[in-house]
């Protein structure tokens, strides 16, 4: 993001978070269909630097997964990557990326922020999850035939602690994830049709998830 990124008027935006390790149609599919249904300005791919939740030793570096993120994003002029996490250091909260997007998009008056359900059902666990609640909204993405109970569950007992409701979006078909693809490229198997082409080509030619 450019400094003059500040001064445009992007007034709706989604943020779609991740580690991006690699990114695939599920991430690409979701992040359109939320701006579709919102009519959206702008979503903005956001790859994590290193994610509390995960063990980062065994992520790809983010010059990798940032390329892979740019490369998959290029030809949607609505898309936009992010360094914002990447480039901080330490452990990067959610509510921080945020924050520092709001200062930064000084127009902002709707802000979503996009994640998996696996991901929403842990919501709570979040640091600082009351005030990231108050700063954007969140569309939690299923696919069809996802089992709704615990989500439902979840979403009411969210909406009765902090009085606020989470959106819900079908994605179709996207069963998709990066640690089956990356557990693919190991063990020599087809990644085709399940990212773009452009993100395939790179994994190959750097070798990434070979070893
Ligand atoms: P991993 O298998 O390494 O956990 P992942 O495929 O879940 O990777 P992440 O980078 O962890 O990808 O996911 C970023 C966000 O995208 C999360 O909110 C996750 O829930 C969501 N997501 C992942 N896969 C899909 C998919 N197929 N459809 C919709 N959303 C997805
Ligand atoms: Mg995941």
Not at 50 to 78: E, G, Q, W
Not at 193 to 208: A, C, F, N, R, T
Request: with cysteine; net charge neutral; charged share 25%.
């Amino acid at each position: 993001m450019s400094f003059f990124d500040a001064f445009r008027h992007d007034r709706k935006i989604a943020v779609m978070g991740g580690t991006f390790d690699p990114i695939h149609y599920g991430h690409l599919v979701a992040a359109e269909a939320v701006r579709d249904r919102f009519q959206l300005d702008k979503v903005i791919f956001i790859p994590a630097g290193n994610p509390p939740h995960k063990n980062s030793k065994n992520i790809t570096d983010s010059s990798h997964r940032y390329n892979m993120t740019m490369l998959a994003t290029a030809t949607n002029p609505y898309f936009e990557v992010s360094r914002i996490e990447i480039d901080r250091k330490g452990i990067t909260y959610t509510v921080d990326t945020i924050k520092q997007l709001r200062a930064l998009y000084c127009a902002i008056d709707e802000l979503y922020f996009i994640t998996g359900a696996d991901a929403v059902l842990e919501i709570l666990t979040w640091h600082k999850v009351e005030e990231l609640l108050k700063l954007c909204n969140f569309v939690a993405a299923t696919r069809p035939g996802f089992d709704l109970r615990d989500l439902e569950q979840k979403l009411h007992e969210i909406k009765s602690k902090y009085g606020k409701e989470i959106f819900h979006i079908e994605i179709p078909s996207l069963a998709i994830s990066s640690t089956d693809i990356r557990n693919r490229v190991r063990s020599n198997h087809t990644i085709k049709y399940l990212l773009p082409e452009s993100v395939e080509q790179y994994i190959l030619k750097y070798g990434i998830y070979r070893e």
